[in-house]
């Protein structure tokens, strides 16, 4: 089990920028930052593994960065110039034994590899003028 605790969510203005963070304790194969809004699926925004290989969701490429600290073991997400639509709840992830989550970003993931993860309490982010 990895435990996960995010923090840096708030409210911002579009075109603004936030950066989340999500310290982590013991080893994880691959991270990644999901988001989901009520009433919809929970869907990954981006992914990065041990050898720094990343992937983005279509919606935010360009506009978020992913990146991990190894040696604080803390991963972040820089989100700039911020869309009413990226107002979500964001969770970070870790996959202790595979890179699933890479098969999920920009894609809802299904309840049984979500209940494989291990997951952090979540951050809103809210994009409004």
């Known amino acids: 089990q990895v435990q996960l605790v995010e923090s840096g969510g708030g409210s911002v203005q579009p075109g603004g920028s936030l950066r989340l963070s999500c310290a982590a304790s013991g080893f994880s194969s691959c991270m990644a930052w999901f988001r989901q809004v009520p009433g919809k699926e929970r869907e990954g925004v981006a992914a990065i593994d041990n050898d720094d290989a990343h992937i983005y969701a279509n919606s935010v490429k360009g506009r978020f960065t992913i990146s991990k600290d190894n040696d604080k073991n803390i991963l972040y997400l820089q989100m700039n110039r911020l869309k009413p639509e990226d107002t979500a709840m964001y969770y970070c992830?870790?996959?202790?034994?595979?890179?699933?989550?890479?098969?999920?970003?920009?894609?809802?993931?299904?309840?049984?590899?979500?209940?494989?993860?291990?997951w952090g309490q979540g951050t809103q982010v809210t994009v409004s003028s």
């Open positions: 992830a870790a996959d202790t034994t595979a890179r699933r989550p890479f098969i999920y970003i920009g894609r809802p993931i299904p309840a049984p590899v979500r209940d494989a993860l291990n």
